[in-house]
């Protein structure tokens, strides 16, 4: 049923899929969302996150152990943002259904709770990605700051890729601007 909605997703969006469509699309019945999922919209909230979590796992340019630059650099800044942009042709779809989801208003409240919760595992994940450290061992501090850092500069990156990828940042732009930042910051 997951997979199915998934599909969905990517075919129609959070707001056209249908609780009909995920049935077709998965060989279930109406009744099993319900008894599983509690309702479409949590079933589709499920396969968001799915799919959003399948992107993430290819934001790591290779395996932590055979990652080229140390962590905490400025090299591995941008070995890792030059390996999130490289995933965003073949994730353009999720990316869109991304923003298609941040616009939703209160009719969606319950999901809207589910998204926000998968944002903070997100923040802990790209804490850990670019620190080079297990998920498990970012501290909720890490997580809420350097995380949100990550978050933010990759909800905007990802706003000029999906909308003109021709001239959006690249992850050396992104490097050095924030390697003068920090220079900027030094000579304060």
Aim: glycine share 10%.
């Amino acid at each position: 049923m997951l997979e199915g909605a998934k599909r969905c997703l990517l075919q129609k969006g959070f707001r056209r899929t249908t609780a009909r469509d995920i049935v077709k699309e998965s060989g279930t019945n109406l009744a099993s969302i319900g008894y599983h999922y509690g309702s479409k919209d949590e079933l589709l909230a499920q396969a968001y996150i799915a799919l959003i979590e399948g992107v993430g796992e290819r934001f790591a340019p290779a395996p932590a152990e055979e990652m080229t630059q140390p962590p905490g650099s400025l090299e591995r800044f941008q070995e890792v943002w030059a390996a999130v942009i490289r995933t965003v042709p073949e994730a353009r779809p999720i990316w869109l259904l991304s923003f298609e989801l941040m616009f939703q208003d209160e009719r969606l409240a319950e999901v809207r709770k589910l998204l926000a919760e998968a944002q903070g595992e997100g923040r802990g994940g790209l804490a850990a990605l670019f620190g080079g450290i297990p998920e498990a061992d970012v501290d909720p501090e890490r997580a809420e700051t350097e995380g949100r850092l990550y978050q933010t500069l990759l909800n905007g990156l990802m706003v000029q890729w999906l909308f003109d990828p021709d001239t959006a940042t690249t992850a050396e732009q992104l490097t050095e601007g924030l390697r003068r930042v920090i220079d900027a910051a030094g000579e304060s």
